[in-house]
């Protein structure tokens, strides 16, 4: 039988490789592209099966190219995961932590890991262009007084050492992941598997006071709960007053099916972008 | 009569850096600094006068880790501007466009000028860990065969010179920066002025449903528009469910005041971070 794909962007052992094999499984092959848009042309075009992208960072916040992606594709999600970012201190094969002199990483990764950097003055942070990517180097220049910050897949899949786990300073720094596929691969699921639904829509509102407070009303007035909603302002775009929403809710449950008849009346444009099971941010 | 000082993240030449003479003026010195955390501090324990930090872009979203500062220092934004994210070609002195083979920059800006390097399939993008420190890079280093993808700033300050304005694919790619002082700096500014005026909040709310929905009431029945809306779902945290919002008008008006106080009678937090000119978004 053939072997399933999953795109994802970035170098093996990115922390999306990590969200795809949580989200398609580990016998699904992993494809690392360098761009997003590469990812979704990949599931588009047939190339791929599915594909696993970031939509937020709790520290950094929305993958707004992914929501316009998400919006220009015709890919439905259809599962979500939050993985913690979680760096770690990794050297080639042989190397130990007493002589590490410099540690490569993406900046936003070393900045991650301040504490570490205050106590061990001696080691220098190097910016890299990515964390697994960085790994790599590493191992193969042969670097003998060099670590990285990487994830532990990027140590396993580079076979170098662990020298120490979790150095970042802010445990609560989560991604979410959604799992994409084309509308039709969608493989039939029953609401009835105890699992809570979470649905996420995009829709749009002319610019006048209370608009989107109307369209707010739809679920309110229905006592359907939503946890995430965002704008976003950019003048002179035709989308000028985008706003992605997500609920707590399956569209085949009454309430939540009247709530999208009624933001229909009140939107210009909505889609539903996808409804899958909630997964939990903490772990 | 000593010069005012303005501190960015990142290195000389950075986006902030053409944001910072903005908001500042060309008489304020500017301070590079590694991390935001930094940037913060240097205002709020007095080393610089003024900070000025990005908050989010049209294609990156917000940047969460900044309103996490707003929260915990207790600095004001006192302005906002939007600058377009303009990519150009950048090399040393006596490099024509016909020697470029490799072109460096962030794996972002690279990503941004695809269609670049499609028409000039002979050069190769190499990531490197900032834009405007690959300038620095290329022109220090003396290369002969390399370019940069940088702002015109860093073309600028690093005596370096640009080949190609503005290669990047979107154009609609705009960062929004804020100025931030301490309370007591605030230049005192009448409303009179003419300009119209944005406040930007953040305030929580217990997690029923509808919650939110009465929050807007707030505004809504006033008729003040909202120019921004997030939230902030992140699970186990005491500040679960975080609301940025911006709306346009100023405390002095009795519209505005009356819907802060009805706020503040729902909200279980509530802070105003700051009220301004509000700036437009395309030049």
């Known amino acids: 039988m053939k072997r399933s794909t999953v795109s994802f962007q970035g170098e ?13 499984g580990t016998d699904a092959t992993p494809v690392p592209l360098p761009t997003f848009v590469e990812v979704f042309e990949s599931v588009a075009g047939g190339k791929c099966d599915a594909a696993v992208i970031p939509i937020e ?9 992914n929501y316009d992606h998400l919006l220009h594709f015709e890919l439905e999600i259809q599962s979500e995961t939050f993985v ?13 932590f007493r002589d590490i002199r410099r540690v490569f990483s993406h900046p936003v990764a070393l900045n991650q890991c301040l504490r570490f950097f205050e106590n061990n003055r001696g080691i220098e ?29 990027a ?13 970042e300073d802010d445990r609560a720094n989560f991604t979410r992941f959604f799992l994409l596929r084309k509308p039709a691969a969608r493989s039939k699921r029953s609401r009835e598997d105890g699992s809570t639904y979470k649905t996420s829509l995009v829709f749009t509102v002319r610019n006048v006071p209370g608009a989107l407070f109307k369209c707010l009303s739809a679920f309110a007035l229905r006592d359907l709960n939503m946890t995430k909603i965002e704008s976003r302002p950019l003048r002179g775009k035709p989308w000028e007053y985008l706003f992605y929403l997500d609920f707590m809710g399956h569209p085949e449950q009454p309430s939540a099916k009247n709530a999208l008849g009624h933001l229909a009346e009140l939107a210009d444009m909505l889609r539903v972008l996808g409804c899958y099971p909630a997964a939990k941010s903490t772990k």
């Not at 093996?12 to 398609?24: C, K, P, V």
């Not at 970012?85 to 130990?96: Q, T």
């Open 155 to 167: 140590a396993d899949i580079y076979k170098a050492r662990i020298l120490k786990k979790s150095i």
């Open 12 to 24: 093996a052992g990115a922390f999306s490789q990590i969200a795809a094999r949580e989200l398609a």
């Open 57 to 65: 960072n709790t520290l950094h916040g929305s993958v707004h190219e």
């Open 125 to 153: 942070k190097v910016s890299f262009y990515d964390t697994a990517g960085s790994v790599k180097m590493i191992t193969e220049e042969k670097l003998t007084d060099a670590g990285a910050i990487a994830s532990a897949a």
């Open 84 to 96: 913690r970012i979680v760096h770690n201190l990794i050297a080639p094969e042989g190397v130990s």
